[in-house]
């Protein structure tokens, strides 16, 4: 594989998103709805860093998420048209396998959250921390967010690959092809291994757009999580085309 791959990846993503965009934007909608609630309430309570970590724990949980979406991909494949009901669908056709890859990413996300309110704790105490640009302008407030950031940035790095590497073509591989969960694993790592510069470049593309699009912009956030679904799925065509 090459790095010019990822832009084919994200262009067949943006074709199978466009043929299919109202049910695959009301899908992810209701992850946008889940996210928006938790960084309103995260900010309105006085939590605002907090909201860094939460945004990111989509990179978590989002690869269990993707089964409506290759129910769709397929359907389109096969020259049929997806509906409504296909995003239900994917998740009831999900092998129990990927329900337990969902329990263990849950986990992962709960010890990054666990570990970023330690260290939110040891940084600002049981204070308010309100989102203003007045933070930014008291030194010793600017050198605790940015100490902050860089902590939670290294452990959900190291979370983050992880969930990367276990289940970047193991949730296709059991729902596409039945495959078990050790069997599905381990071709997940072999695929990003054998590959370790596309798929960590591709790794943090998925980062930037997903957790970029969550603070940023979430309404943006119905377009980038489909089109990256999408993507995803094209991606594993090909990893398992070449294998």
């Known amino acids: 594989m090459e790095l010019s791959d990822l832009l084919r990846w994200l262009g067949d993503g943006w074709l199978t998103f466009k043929a299919t965009k109202r049910i695959s934007m009301l899908f992810a909608a209701l992850f946008a709805v889940i996210g928006f609630t938790g960084l309103y309430l995260l900010i309105h309570v006085g939590l605002a860093p907090m909201v860094y970590p939460w945004a990111g724990g989509f990179m978590l949980v989002g690869p269990v998420l993707l089964c409506g979406y290759f129910q769709v991909a397929s359907r389109l494949a096969a020259g049929e048209k997806p509906g409504w009901s296909d995003l239900l669908v994917g998740f009831r ?29 040891l940084h ?27 902590f939670c940035t290294l452990v959900g790095s190291v979370l983050a690959l992880i969930v990367f590497v276990i289940s970047a073509f193991s949730v296709p591989l059991m729902f596409l092809r039945r495959v078990s969960l050790p069997v599905a694993i381990g071709g997940s790592v072999r695929a990003v291994f054998a590959n370790p ?32 679904a999408y993507a995803s799925e094209a991606a594993f065509r090909q990893v398992c085309e070449v294998g």
Do not use: K, N
């Not at 890859?101 to 996300?109: D, E, H, K, N, Y």
């Open 197 to 228: 510069g596309v798929m960590v470049c591709w790794g943090g593309l998925l980062t930037v757009l997903v957790v970029g699009s969550t603070l940023v912009f979430i309404p943006l956030f119905i377009v980038v999580f489909p089109v990256l």
């Open 93 to 121: 056709r999900s092998p129990p396998a990927v329900w337990i890859m969902g329990v263990l990413s849950a986990f992962l996300l709960m010890i990054w959250l666990t570990d970023a309110a330690i260290i939110y704790g």
């Open 124 to 150: 600002f105490g049981r204070e308010p921390v309100f989102l203003r640009w007045e933070l930014l302008a008291q030194p010793e407030m600017r050198d605790h967010l940015w100490t902050y950031f860089v």
